[in-house]
């Protein structure tokens, strides 16, 4: 918002630039992976009702798996700050 107000030029210090990015772009990573794992989750539970019913109440399952995907969406994002802050790219 405060880019925006200032006629798309970033008024806050530079560090902030950065920690607004990743978390734009980790927010639309995760959202996308998690609508993936649900969409894999329902398709599991009509393609095999009765072998899937056991496997649905297990909460360490999907612990990890949100665990996962947390860490490949931070961790890319995280890579490709980096990689420009070292001069990988302007």
Do not use: K
């Not at 008024?11 to 649900?38: H, Q």
């Not at 539970?45 to 056991?54: D, K, N, R, S, W």
Request: glycine share 6%; charged share 10%.
């Amino acid at each position: 918002m405060a880019e925006a107000a200032a006629a798309m030029t970033w008024p806050l210090p530079a560090a902030l630039c950065a920690v607004a990015n990743f978390a734009f772009y980790s927010a639309i990573y995760l959202s996308t992976f998690f609508l993936a794992a649900l969409s894999v989750q329902r398709y599991l539970g009509v393609a095999f009702p009765l072998l899937f019913q056991g496997c649905r109440r297990r909460r360490c399952r999907v612990v990890a798996a949100s665990t996962a995907l947390w860490l490949v969406a931070c961790g890319h994002c995280s890579i490709v700050f980096v990689a420009q802050y070292h001069g990988g790219g302007e």
